[in-house]
């Protein structure tokens, strides 16, 4: 999927008709003169008059050639456009209503001590006039001669009379001012309170603006200032130092990029659309290699650079580019929290919300008749972010789900009241359920087939599943969910892994058909933790950070890190953030919407009461202690609940590998445990144990029995799940 880039508007190019009308057949005989001359007046004579305007000798032709550039302008060219608009401009009034509004006591003091300094820079200018200080300055010029003529006495005097009527009168004016002023502040005191704040405006505005510098700014910013600038040049700069221009005699001789749109603002960076010079051998793809120069010749990394291609379905070609420049990293920041938290149902059908883009655009991605592969370094938001699509899985009641996690913690653990299989863990009795749910898919999958080709083409016209069919056949679409793909693999031996992995093929390759959703995520996907022939038939692809490009394309695609996917860019701080691919071409960094633990475990609780209400409640959680307990408003204990789901494919377990999977489900709880205390504290929770010793494959150690820790949990509880 391309980086959403802001809409342009279409270049208004001029065609003209002769260069593009096909070349008429060449005529084999040779006509007379005479027939030739025949032949023209009469194909004069019968030239169409609607291609007159574009003939080569009509001089009009240039001039009534109508451009094909819309009529309006991008963002009036949809009732969607224009609302989102006025509701942008709406957002941006209040905003910054609000952040004035606060500052309203500031801009008043503020405009007082201007006011203050701009009265004292009226005194200061009217003081001369007021004092006749022109007039001063001559007569003290006068006196200061030591010889003076009859005439330059006569001069002195005359200005020194001058002077005293100038002075007098100025200062008669200036007290009948002064007294006018303290009348009218006297007004304004006794004055209604509206007419005060009026008065004083009218006063205190214009001593304001006396009084205001250079610099002087009576609001304040509303907006950070730029961390980035970017224009045409500095474009054109940064591309000829990539490579990518050809350069010239100088910077201005050289070739250039067609500004298709912009440099403009476009939120927080900057956003241009350009096409590249022709007869220099580079593409839009080549731009796109070329990521990191470009960011480095723009001076910001390169995560805040965002490039596409733009498409001819978009008025693109081949050399056209979109490009948008955050002026700082656009993933950081609180995340997200997903719109599921707060939804009540979902349609799997419809496209899940899955996070936002750099420019804040909501990300959504269909994932009926597709397979999903996660990957990417541990703690970087991989599971949680994998989490999102099961998710939305829970709130359709008709999606059974089907999961396996080879880590076998507790990130997946909520989806026990839920999951028709669950599979935790990868050990031996782990490994073996496991293929036994692949198997049980395998046989769903050829049953639905089978009867999705006897169906009539007026109820199946495409032969997959249709809504209609999964409410007449209760045929819900199947959720399979694995992740940590590697522990399996690199438990398994090299016949039930070969097995395993073509399993995983053929679920994923016909499955989609079907009804099946594939969701599998791994650390690390290289050939030997997760096979190239599984990961090369996966449809959508998401990675977090990764070490390297290789890596990158090994959980993205090859040669996507050339295209501009590149995982490995992202830095420990994007944590959610990962590269999403939807198609070939097709690719965005995605911040994850954000869905912690607890919210994921109340989401497996409102899914079981829905599949309850439908009657779709099967498997695994139809059975389910811990949940059939909390249907009925009973406390299970917590050590009972977390050894029961620890012993879930395993009848009989060493007390050492019982302990090792209490810690893994929970090392905040279990990281200190030992026998001792894990007996003292079942025994606490009524457990009983008929032995203390188990026998596994014929070795018997200290351990626990299965329905020794069932027996401990109420009778009327083990009915309700089927026990």
């Known amino acids: 999927m391309p980086e959403p880039a802001a809409e342009e508007p279409q270049m208004g190019t001029v065609h003209h008709l002769d260069e593009h009308r096909p070349t008429p057949p060449v005529t084999l005989v040779k006509p007379t003169t005479e027939a030739a001359t025949t032949d023209a007046a009469r194909a004069a004579d019968d030239e169409p008059t609607g291609e007159a305007v574009d003939r080569s000798d009509n001089p009009l032709a240039d001039w009534l050639t109508v451009p094909d550039a819309p ?138 603006y006396l009084g205001r510098g250079k610099e002087t700014r009576l609001l304040d910013q509303g907006t950070p200032p730029l961390k980035v600038d970017m224009s045409a040049q500095q474009l054109n700069d940064a591309l000829r130092a990539a490579g990518l221009l050809k350069p010239g005699k100088g910077d ?18 900057w956003a241009v659309v350009f096409d590249l010079p022709r007869g220099g051998g580079k593409t839009a793809s080549d731009v796109l290699a070329k990521r990191e120069v470009i960011a480095q010749e723009l001076g910001v990394d390169e995560i805040q650079v965002i490039m596409s291609r733009v498409r001819a379905a978009k008025g693109g070609n081949a050399g056209r580019v979109s490009m948008w420049v955050a002026d700082d990293d656009p993933y950081l920041g609180t995340p997200n929290p997903s719109p599921l938290e707060k939804a009540e149902r979902f349609s799997i059908w419809d496209a899940v919300p899955f996070g936002q883009d750099a420019r804040g655009t909501r990300i959504s991605v269909p994932v009926m008749w597709q397979s999903m592969f996660f990957g990417g370094l541990p703690r970087r938001g991989k599971t949680f972010s994998q989490r999102l699509l099961t998710a939305a899985g829970l709130l359709d009641p008709y999606v059974r789900h089907y999961i396996a996690d080879g880590k076998g913690g507790a990130d997946w653990m909520p989806m026990k009241a839920v999951a028709h299989r669950l599979v935790m863990g990868a050990e031996d009795d782990a490994i073996e359920a496991l293929k036994a749910m692949l198997a049980e898919l395998l046989a769903e999958m050829e049953r639905r087939f089978a009867l999705l080709r006897d169906l009539p083409t007026s109820l199946c016209p495409e032969g997959k599943l249709t809504p209609d069919i999964v409410a007449k056949y209760n045929l819900p679409v199947i959720f399979v969910t694995i992740d940590e793909l590697q522990e399996y693999f690199t438990a398994m031996e090299r016949d039930d892994r070969d097995q395993v992995i073509n399993d995983l093929c053929r679920i994923a390759r016909r499955g989609p058909a079907a009804g099946f959703i594939s969701n599998f995520a791994s650390q690390r996907p290289d050939a030997d933790s997760v096979p190239t022939k599984l990961r090369e038939i996966i449809t959508i692809r998401y990675s977090t950070q990764v070490v390297d490009r290789a890596s990158s394309d ?10 501009g996917a590149d995982a490995s860019v992202l830095s420990e701080e994007h944590k959610g953030v990962g590269v999403l691919v939807t198609g070939p071409a097709s690719y965005v960094t995605v911040r994850a919407d954000y869905l912690d633990g607890p919210t994921f475990a109340a989401l497996c609780r409102k899914g079981r009461t829905l599949r309850e209400t439908a009657g779709q409640l099967t498997g695994d959680a139809a059975g389910d202690v811990t949940a059939a307990a909390d249907a009925q408003g009973v406390t299970v204990p917590a050590i009972i609940s977390d050894v029961l789901e620890v012993m879930r494919h395993s009848p009989r377990m060493y007390t050492t590998d019982l302990l090792a999977g209490l810690v893994n489900l929970d090392e905040d709880v279990y990281g200190d445990f030992n026998a001792e205390q894990l007996a003292s504290e079942l025994e606490a929770a009524g457990v009983k144990r008929t032995s203390k010793q188990v026998k596994i494959n014929g070795k018997a150690l200290a351990g626990y029995q299965r329905r020794d820790i069932e027996d401990a949990v109420p009778a009327e509880i083990l009915l309700a799940a089927g026990r």
Not at 75 to 91: H, P, Q
Not at 253 to 259: Q, S
């Open 252 to 269: 201005e001789d050289g070739p250039k990029v067609t500004c298709v749109m912009g440099p403009v603002r476009d939120g927080r960076g």
């Open 71 to 208: 009529v309006l302008p991008a963002w009036a060219r949809s009732t969607e456009s224009i609302k989102a608009n006025v509701v942008a401009l709406g957002r941006l009034t209040w905003w910054h209503t609000r952040y004035h509004g606060l500052r309203t006591p500031k801009y008043l003091m503020k405009t007082v001590l201007l006011a203050c300094r701009g009265f004292y820079r009226a005194a200061v200018g009217i003081w001369p006039t007021l004092s006749a200080r022109e007039h001063t300055a001559t007569v003290r010029a006068l006196r200061a001669q030591v010889k003076l003529r009859p005439e330059d006495v006569e001069l002195a005097a005359r200005h020194q009379a001058a002077h005293s009527a100038r002075t007098q009168t100025r200062r008669w004016r200036f007290g009948i001012a002064a007294v006018g002023v303290a009348a009218a502040a006297t007004g304004i005191a006794l004055a209604d309170p509206v007419l005060q704040a009026g008065m004083s405006a009218a006063v205190v505005a214009p001593l304001a």
């Open 554 to 563: 090994m959980v993205l695609g090859k040669g996507k890190a050339a295209q």
